[in-house]
């Protein structure tokens, strides 16, 4: 039943882009499939981060990869968008594990984020080169032509089809109900949902009509939104379960003790790299999206050492456990980043630098943490007047105040 | 021929590689001792340059551009640690203080300072020197003396005094020197500032040489984080082998392969980590 719910989330928020247009801000639209494209980039930071320990700074590579690879598959050899997600895919997986090959002797801690950085910075370097104008676009960046898959009304049949998916499972369960017997609890949220599910489904089909009839820029936006929306929520849902399959226990036992895995007879190597094909395949996806976002990428964008540390961000302001604290980091930072940008101009850095201590001060566990918790929220300003009132020069015993 | 080129190559590599081991070796002891990755170090580097540019074209004096740099970045080192780091010791959470810093103290010097690059030479130490077929810049020269006068005041300071002796054994054992009774706070303190002025010192030195633009600070810092590595972290002498051998690899290819001149630090670095993991020194 929960899948159901979430399903149903997923067809809400899919049907967000109306609403905001309504009431007048469809700019919005983008900013928030740019905060869904951004939270699949911290997911899979947050993957290597916080269930494996590995801080990765070379993150960006995959995201840039993915970038390149879907300009170089519409520009040059006109492979439909449909087919360049997945194939995008396999690259960053292959990419994982070549990274994971080229780092093997120091799998782990400091030496690994530096030896990722140096990668990352050597594709940089040559990326930025004059020479290479041809294949990275240099500063002026390639220019992507926009799929068909973005200009049709194609993409918004997946909420719909879901919604009647999830009528017709209802209407299943509570006919199996019914004649055995069995939970009743069920069958009433089963009930709950099919009315639910035909209101939405409704509104999913205004949402389609009214894609139809929009103009190309805004439609591309919708249909963006909806798109980028469906490969988060898939992404999420695979990653959740990967980690509550044996693959990510034996993750976390690495992550605990590394040694001890090891000597239980794990081989550690091949666990790391796994993570590190899945979280890059993950990260080319993102890129992959990203780059017919932006419809124009260049290295700055893409390979930027900068990009990396955003994941950083993104993972620590939204709380690492549970891992959709990445992705709740991801779309507050890009939203205030975003509002800030407009109304702050050149101040806008100092601004985003102040909220982040604030934040990082206030809130040391992440903002995740908070919703989850919620009666934490009240102790936040006591942290802070605490860390602040006591005597700094004590060795002060290291507690958890949510303890 | 080809000697005059390798001799000041090596004079120029030397020299930058004195400017590296300032700016790296607080950078490396803040990581050994405090497990910060210091984010805001290229910040104070940046600061240090622009500050020092500043104080000494006004005043026509490079000693008051350094004193002024030295103080202004100690005291910024000591309220980012006394108001920021102290309140929260978890290595990752600090990591995100100092990038919001970092972001924050580039963008106030840019909005400050603007896009421009900024130089000054104090006129005694202008021109070159020949040495038969070879030409040496006097600054470059100044910079290895006043290099060699500082590498050994650190060495003093790290092997012959009291301080020097806890903070390497902190790096080793932090709570062991905490059982001794010693202040660890007050050592990181301390060591934080130390660490921000010899940025400040390092950035305002190299001004009459490079000068000084917006994003010197974050390409420093990448910089510093890859001597760091080479070097082992919080081995302060494979911090100076790893300086001078960055400055070397640097300028060698400046005037060899102009090509590699960006890339080579890094190239370095990846060499010596897939050979010795741990870093140079690093036992």
Do not use: C
Not at chain 1, 294 to 309: D, G, K, M, Q
Request: positive net charge.
């Amino acid at each position: 039943m929960r899948i159901a719910w979430l399903a149903i989330i997923y067809t809400i928020l899919s049907l967000l882009p109306l609403a905001l247009e309504s009431i007048g801000v469809s700019r919005l639209v983008s900013i928030l499939a740019f905060s869904y494209i951004m939270s699949i980039y911290a997911l899979s930071f947050a993957l290597l981060l916080g269930y494996l320990g590995l801080l990765n700074f070379g993150h960006a590579l995959f995201f840039g990869l993915g970038a390149y690879l879907t300009a170089y598959q519409t520009i040059w050899w006109g492979i439909p968008y449909v087919l360049v997600i997945p194939i995008s895919m396999i690259f960053g997986a292959a990419a994982g594990f070549l990274l994971s090959l080229i780092v093997r002797r120091a799998f782990g801690g400091i030496p690994f984020a530096f030896i990722t950085l140096t990668v990352l910075l050597m594709v940089y370097f040559l990326y930025t080169r004059r020479e290479l104008r041809a294949i990275s676009g240099s500063e002026q960046g390639l220019l992507i032509p926009t799929p068909q898959l973005l200009t049709s009304t194609i993409i918004s049949y997946i909420p719909l089809a879901l919604t009647a998916i999830l009528i017709t499972a209802s209407i299943y369960t509570i006919l199996r109900s019914g004649k055995s017997g069995s939970k009743a609890g069920a069958s009433r949220s089963s009930i709950a949902i099919i009315p639910l599910s035909l209101i939405l489904m409704s509104a999913l089909i205004l949402l389609i009509d009214s894609i139809a009839n929009r103009a190309e820029p805004l439609r591309i936006s919708i249909n963006l939104y909806i798109l980028s929306l469906t490969t988060l929520i898939a992404v999420h849902m695979a990653i959740k379960k990967i980690l509550e399959s044996p693959l990510g226990l034996i993750w976390i036992s690495i992550r605990e003790n590394e040694s001890r895995a090891a000597s239980l007879g794990y081989n550690v190597f091949i666990y790391k790299a796994i993570a590190m094909s899945i979280s890059g395949a993950i990260a080319a996806v993102s890129g992959s999206l990203y780059a017919v976002y932006a419809f124009n990428i260049n290295p700055e964008r893409t390979f930027s050492p900068l990009l990396s540390v955003y994941g950083l961000i993104y993972s620590l302001i939204g709380g690492l456990y549970p891992i959709e604290g990445s992705i709740i980091g991801a779309i507050v930072v890009t939203i205030i980043e975003r509002f800030i940008a407009d109304y702050a101009g050149g101040w806008s850095l100092v601004f985003v630098g102040v909220l982040f201590i604030t934040i990082v001060l206030t809130m040391p566990h992440g903002i995740a943490y908070y919703i989850w918790n919620p009666s934490t929220i009240k102790n936040t300003l006591k942290v802070l007047k605490k860390a602040y009132r006591s005597t700094p020069y004590k060795n002060k015993e290291q507690t958890n105040p949510y303890g | 021929m080809a000697l005059e080129i390798l001799v000041s190559a090596i004079i120029d590599g030397v020299a930058l590689g004195f400017i590296f081991l300032l700016l790296s070796l607080g950078l490396s002891v803040i990581f050994g001792l405090m497990r910060i990755v210091n984010f805001a170090h290229g910040s104070m580097f940046l600061w240090g340059a622009y500050i020092g540019y500043e104080v000494s074209s006004r005043t026509g004096n490079l000693l008051a551009g350094i004193l002024a740099s030295a103080s202004i970045t100690g005291l910024m080192g000591f309220l980012i640690e006394y108001l920021l780091l102290k309140r929260l010791r978890e290595p990752l959470t600090q990591a995100i203080i100092t990038i919001g810093l970092m972001l924050l103290l580039d963008r106030v010097a840019w909005l400050r300072w603007g896009d421009i690059t900024y130089i000054w030479l104090p006129p005694e130490l202008e021109g070159t020197i020949l040495l038969g077929p070879t030409i040496i810049y006097k600054y470059r020269l100044f910079v290895i003396v006043v290099g060699i006068v500082l590498l050994i005041a650190v060495y003093i300071f790290f092997n012959r005094t009291r301080y020097g002796m806890i903070i390497r054994a902190g790096i080793d054992d932090r709570e062991m020197i905490q059982a001794f009774g010693v202040n660890i706070e007050r050592v990181f303190t301390g060591i934080f500032v130390v660490g921000s002025v010899l940025a400040g010192v390092a950035g305002s030195i190299l001004v009459p040489w490079q000068g000084v633009y917006p994003t010197l600070g974050i390409n420093y810092l990448l910089y510093a984080f890859a001597i760091v590595v080479i070097g082992g972290v919080g081995s302060i002498g494979g911090t100076m082998v790893a300086s001078l051998l960055a400055g070397l690899a640097q300028q060698l290819s400046a005037y060899y392969a102009p090509y590699l001149a960006e890339p080579s630090i890094f190239l370095l670095m990846l060499a010596v980590l897939m050979l010795r993991p741990s870093g140079l020194l690093r036992v």
